[in-house]
């Protein structure tokens, strides 16, 4: 079991910057991949981020199209805890933030994911 609690979001303007946390507890953080998801009104959620590993270290960080060059993920493996630096932000990135532990697998599906947090409402204002 893996326990996962998102915390960071709020409300920004656009242009604005925000960093999200997620704090993990239970098993070992790096058995999984770890993803950022997002859902906003009406839509499907969508994959924003991954961090995959190798051994001890991260392996590869993927992005969802929409965020490339704005976004960041990082993990510190010591303190279980996973980030989204997330800058240049558009009204279009409101949504509500989920972090996620299971397989990105080729395609980031979140229905690959076996963990999910309750997430963060991110609001952008224009």
């Known amino acids: 079991q893996v326990q996962l609690v998102e915390s960071g979001g709020g409300l920004v303007q656009a242009g604005g910057s925000l960093r999200l946390s997620c704090a993990a507890s239970?098993?070992?953080?790096?058995?999984?991949?770890m993803g950022w998801f997002r859902q906003a009104p009406g839509k499907e959620r969508e994959f924003v981020a991954g961090?995959?590993?190798?051994?001890?270290?991260?392996?590869?960080?993927d992005y969802g199209d929409s965020v490339k060059g704005r976004f960041t993920s990082s993990a510190d493996a010591v303190m279980k805890t996973m980030y989204l630096q997330m800058n240049s932000l558009r009204s279009e990135d409101t949504a509500v933030y989920y972090c996620?532990?299971?397989?990105?697998?080729?395609?980031?599906?979140?229905?690959?994911?076996?963990?999910w947090g309750k997430g963060t409402l991110v609001t952008v204002s224009s």
């Open positions: 239970g098993r070992t953080f790096r058995s999984y991949d």
């Open positions: 996620a532990a299971g397989t990105l697998g080729p395609n980031f599906l979140p229905q690959n994911m076996e963990y």
């Open positions: 961090i995959r590993w190798l051994g001890g270290s991260i392996y590869s960080g």
